[in-house]
Nanobody, 117 residues
Framework: QVQLVESGEGLVQPGGSLRLSCLAS????????MGWYRQAPGKERELVAG???????DYPDSMKGRFTISRDNDKNTVYLQMDSLKPEDTAVYYC???????????WGQGTQVTVSS
């Protein structure tokens, strides 16, 4: 069983930056494609960024420019760097892992990000 632990939640002012971290344990990190999703109250969960086993990054067009995903395979950790944050970015952010061998998905508990002045 893969377990994901997120950290980096907090309150940030508009225009500010924040970095989220997600530590994966219980599986082979080299077989996990990783991603970050977010969900605001009353809205559907949406993809923020993904990163493949190879390290290739994937972003929806709406997320390009302000969000950067990266992974450290030595630390079994994936990061989400968030810049130029807007109030509309306020949401619970979830770490996701997909075992590309077993085709199974795992989710973190979520971390609250609030962008407000």
């Amino acid at each position: 069983q893969v377990q994901l632990v997120e950290s980096g939640e907090g309150l940030v002012q508009p225009g500010g930056s924040l970095r989220l971290s997600c530590l994966a344990s219980g599986g082979n990190f080299g077989f996990l494609a990783m991603g970050w999703y977010r969900q605001a109250p009353g809205k559907e969960r949406e993809l923020v960024a993904g990163i493949r086993v190879s390290g290739i990054e994937d972003y929806p067009d709406s997320m390009k420019g302000r969000f950067t995903i990266s992974r450290d395979n030595d630390k079994n950790t994936v990061y989400l760097q968030m810049d130029s944050l807007k109030p509309e970015d306020t949401a619970v952010y979830y770490c996701n892992a997909r075992d590309v061998i077993k085709t199974l998905d795992y989710w973190g508990q979520g971390t609250q990000v609030t962008v407000s002045s």
